[in-house]
Structure formats: structure tokens, C-alpha cells
């Protein structure tokens, strides 16, 4: 004989259930943000903010630097501005240096 359950196991099976489904949607938004950013950066990497050209790794002083050809500009990585300015004076002058020639 099946007994009716009682109200604080249908109480539990709901919570169950709901988890469930809150973990699955999670999951699904995870999903398709991951997409996302992999669809974004497939277009937009090693590309220059500003101006949307090709960007060009230059290396100083052990220090990869990102430089747009067009714009000019210089963009650093996560840390990077950190490393350059820990440097003796005169590091940042150099920088503007790759640009002139
Ligand atoms: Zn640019």
C-alpha cells in the first residue's frame, strides 16, 4: 500500500526539484555567456579598441606591448602598467620612443 506522503517530504521533494531546475538554468546561463564571450573574442582579439585595426605585439624591456598601426595607440595587459612603472625613470619616455622613427 502506497502511503500519501507526509507534508514535510513534499516539502523536501520540492525543494529538491527546485534546486534542480535553479542549478540547470545556472548551468544554461553559464553556457551561453561562455558563447558569448568565445563569439567576442573571436571578433574582437588583438584588435584596437579605438579603431578596430590589427594590433602589433612589440616587446620592451621583457614587457609585451599591444600598438595599434593606425590610432598609435599602446595597450597593455593585466599588470603590465604595473611593471612599467616599477621601472627607473625615463621607461615610459622610452615607450613613445617605438613610435618615432
Ligand atoms: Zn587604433
Redesign the pocket.
Known sequence: MIEKPSEPENEYFARVEAQKRLDAQVKRAAGIADEEKNRLKELHYMH?P????ELHEETFESITVDI?P??R?IFLDDGELVKLTERPKGVLGKVRGLFSS
Open positions: 584596437c579605438k579603431c578596430g585595426t595599434c593606425s590610432c595607440g
